[in-house]
């Protein structure tokens, strides 16, 4: 199925989780803040947070600076 992460078609399949998505990306959910179809998904809701075709997925990464 299709979903859009950081605005960029993805194929992923059905029943996929932010969490499997998140590994299949090698990205941390510790360091960074998921948003799925505009609502966040907190760290311990991934596993549970199914993906569905036409989510629009948005991830940001914290930047430290000063």
Request: charged letters at 30%; a negative charge.
């Amino acid at each position: 199925m299709r979903i859009q992460v950081n605005g960029r078609e993805r194929d992923v399949p059905a029943g996929t989780s932010v969490a499997t998505l998140l590994r299949d990306l090698d990205l941390d959910g510790r360091t960074l803040v998921v948003e799925l179809n505009r609502r966040i998904v907190r760290p311990p809701e991934t596993e549970s947070a199914r993906l569905e075709a036409g989510d629009r997925v948005e991830l940001v990464h914290f930047v430290g600076g000063g």
